[in-house]
């Protein structure tokens, strides 16, 4: 083979490769840009989930929900509004549309493209709710022992405003708990969905863990499962289990004990467990529904996942 077929043959084939790269690559482009998923837009969509997760994390992001770019006419296409919400990717999200797993305002959705407004569409992915884009805020405190469920105490005491004093938004407390009782409390500044929440037609189960004087035996269990009258009308407790017992005949110490009741009337724990003769000495209310206290220390807020706020919007008919 002489120098030149040489050269002729690897400038063919350089020419060649350079051009398959280049055709492949331009097809490649184009099929990215068509399905709208490159790889590296799948990347910064990664990173701003990232972000966007990171800042529902630190509570730096105001309102529920991913920060999304809309349209002139506040819609986004359906299979990006999902992979933004951390459903999946990109591409796992068109995936779970053409096979049927996405519905919008009660429509199975199929079409890639599909735009819609996320500001009101009620969208589920395998039943679960997306909760909407929205402005408001939706967060979960641990109440200390000894702060007021009010914004504002006339006599002075402690309240919900001096734990959440750097908030800037004007919040509302979903229901309310005891001074003397601890734990979960939502905060909002949604006031229907506060409402909601609160009203008896709406209550999702109530979970408490309490201490109380004396050993709580079986039939106490079986006696509160059964269900109690009490001056304002009868409770129905849904699960009671003893935690941990008193220390013997001769010590009975104290119980640890968990409820789980679905309303919420004043002092309704207390006044439960302190007419089957176990008076409360400390109370704590560990979960809301779906939403448990978990590791959160004290003081402490944050803010409600998607699943679980998808969850009680649901749950209050919203």
Known sequence: ??????????????????????????????????????GDQTGDQTGEQTGEQTGEQTGD????????????????????????????????????????HVVVDGEVVTRLGTKVDPRTAVIRVDGKRLPPISPHVYLVLNKPRGVVSTMS??????????VVADRPERLFHVGRLDTDTSGLLMLTNDGD????????SYEVDKTYVA???????????KQLLAGVELDDGPVTVSRARVVSGGHG???????????????GRNRIVRRLLDHVGHPVTRLTRTAIGPVELGRLAPGELRDLTTDELGVLLDASQL
């Open 1 to 38: 083979m002489t120098s030149d077929q040489t050269g002729d043959q690897t400038g063919d084939q350089t020419g060649d490769q350079t051009g398959d790269q280049t055709g492949d690559q331009t097809g490649d482009q184009t099929g990215d840009q068509t399905g709208d998923q490159t």
């Open 61 to 100: 992001r105001q309102g529920s929900g991913p920060q999304v770019q809309t349209d002139d006419d506040g819609q986004i296409r359906l299979q990006k509004l999902l992979a933004q919400s951390g459903v999946a990717s990109r591409r796992k999200c068109e995936e779970l549309m053409l096979e049927g």
């Open 153 to 162: 105490d006339p006599e002075g005491r402690r309240t919900l405003s001096d």
């Open 193 to 200: 969905f506060a409402q909601r929440m609160a009203h008896p």
């Open 211 to 221: 201490e109380v004087e004396g050993e709580v035996y079986q039939r106490t269990i």
């Open 249 to 263: 005949r001769n010590s009975p110490g104290r119980s640890i004990v968990e409820l789980v009741i679905h309303e």
